[in-house]
């Protein structure tokens, strides 16, 4: 896998090329949105990073430890908690983590600790961890992931760099996805005043803003996908079809940057008249 491949924005992708290239990876990081496949390959894809013994183009898929962990079998690499939606992360299993994390790595200069799903941690499970996400020793790097950031501690939080794969995609509806298509259409039709139409439940609705663009940033990544010969989610596939007709690869990363951004100006409380209005033109200006 290629960094490409993963949902992230321009400035989380700049952050973590310059972790790698720097050799300044933060030691606890946490992974939320998407789905939790994603969620899972992405923590392996940033272990893999941290552990390549290559001094650039992280992971180079060549050395010993990218071997090693192409065949999931890297000694300093331990992943912790379920790879399923619903399941109790148990405090004995942080409290295990914990007096694991002191012992010195054995193939690498690193260790990492992959730990799934962590929204189902309850607050034991969650203090206990924070204890040694509070003094790590220098070696240790923890990676959580989670469906929203929301669903940790702020205690956690605080020690942790999010890195977001969109909006969780369990949140999104039937609804949702008909909007998205709706957008997309006008959009690829070049018909602002539809595409205004369109937009105008958002108005209403502030709660639909993050899952609307949310998908529509998954509609443009999953297009590209297709362009670039490799497996789409069929769920999008109307989109994916219409956008992949209409769309270079070039204007197809435009758009995701251009979604990006419309989130990172949500998040950061733009006035939200605003940012409905300037949505449209912004994702016009992406395909111009
Ligand atoms: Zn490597």
Do not use: W
């Not at 400035?11 to 939790?36: C, H, V, W």
């Not at 609705?205 to 899952?211: H, I, Q």
């Amino acid at each position: 896998m290629r960094i490409d491949d993963f949902y992230l924005s321009e400035n989380e992708r700049a952050a973590l090329l310059s972790y790698s290239q720097k050799d300044t990876f933060p030691q606890t990081l946490l992974i939320e949105g998407g789905n939790m496949d994603e969620r899972t390959d992405f923590a392996r894809f940033i272990a893999n990073m941290i552990v390549c013994q290559s001094e650039s183009g992280k992971p180079c898929g060549k050395c010993g430890a990218c071997i090693k962990c192409e065949a999931r079998s890297h000694p300093d690499i331990k992943e912790y908690g379920e790879e399923k939606e619903r399941y109790t992360f148990k405090v004995e299993l942080s409290r295990e983590i914990r007096s694991d994390a002191f012992v010195i790595p054995n193939d690498s200069d690193k260790k990492v600790y992959i730990i799934k799903e962590a929204q189902n941690m309850n607050d034991s499970s969650e203090n206990a961890l924070l204890k040694i996400l509070e003094e790590p020793p220098y070696f240790d790097y923890f990676i959580l992931t989670c469906s929203s950031r929301s669903a940790m501690l702020d205690t956690v939080l605080s020690r942790a760099v999010v890195l977001s794969l969109g909006f969780s995609e369990e949140n999104y509806d039937g609804e949702v996805l008909g909007l998205c298509e709706g957008i997309i259409n006008a959009l690829c039709a070049g018909n602002e005043l539809i595409m205004l139409e369109k937009l105008a439940p958002l108005a209403d609705d502030k709660d639909a803003f993050l899952p609307v663009v949310g998908c529509l940033k998954r509609s443009f990544l999953e297009a590209l996908k297709f362009k670039n010969g490799a497996a789409y989610q069929k769920t999008y596939e109307n989109s994916v079809k219409t956008l992949s007709n209409k769309y270079s690869v070039n204007r197809l990363y435009s758009l995701i940057t251009a979604a990006g951004e419309l989130e990172a100006n949500f998040r950061q409380n733009a006035n939200y008249n605003l940012l409905v209005t300037y949505m449209s033109a912004r994702l016009t200006d992406a395909v111009k």
